[in-house]
Structures are given as C-alpha cells and as structure tokens.
C-alpha cells in the first residue's frame, strides 16, 4: 500500500492532512502531494467504549501522531499496546466495515524496533 501524503501549501509551504482546498495559512489554493516520512511518534491516545450499536468491535484505540513538518494527524491504532512517545507507522487501511462496504482511513502501527 502507499504511503500517506501531507498536502504542502504552494505559498506559504504549510503542511496539512488530510487535503485542504484553502491554506489556513495564507489563504492559498495550491497544493502540492508530500510523502509525511516512514515514522512519526504517538503524541496522546485514547480508548473509546461508547461506540454505536452498529460497529463489529465495542472498544476502539485512537492516536495522534506527529510526523516531520511537525504535522499531527488522527487515526485508529492498530493495538491497545501503546505508549506515548512510541514511534509509529502510517498507511491507508480498513477501519471499519458498513453493510458490506469497506471504509478506508489512516491506521497507526508500531514502528519495529
């Protein structure tokens, strides 16, 4: 699978995930694709219990994870086995299944070590 892209403004070169069609720096409208890097490093995380009747798993783990460019980006975490300040890898994969439809989103696992 692909790596995970940063979206670079064109003026001010501010970085953002995921797209943006406005910089929320400077107002630009251009983008340019970045790679985010392999590894970026678990800033906080949570485990949420109270999930809707409808999802398959009744726990899921969230993280934010600081890239380079100091971008932080949102997504699920692959395991409950985590600590802050872990290093962690990104990529586009299923989080979750909707009547027979797969749901692609940004999920972390732990970097090997």
């Known amino acids: 699978m692909k790596s995970v892209k940063g979206y670079q403004c064109k003026e001010c070169g501010r ?18 694709k970045i790679a985010l890097g392999k590894e970026g490093v678990l800033l906080t995380f949570t485990k949420l219990h109270a999930l ?17 460019h100091g971008l932080r980006a949102l997504g699920q975490l692959s395991t409950d ?3 802050m300040g872990m290093k962690m890898r990104a990529r586009w994969d299923v989080v979750r299944e909707l009547d027979g439809v797969q749901l692609y989103g940004l999920r972390f696992y732990p970097a090997k070590r």
């Open 15 to 32: 970085v953002f995930y995921p797209e943006r069609k406005i910089c929320l720096g400077c107002g630009g409208r251009q983008f340019k």
């Open 52 to 68: 809707p009747m409808d999802f398959e798993s009744r726990t899921l783990m969230l993280g934010i994870v600081e890239f380079a």
């Open 81 to 83: 086995d985590v600590e």
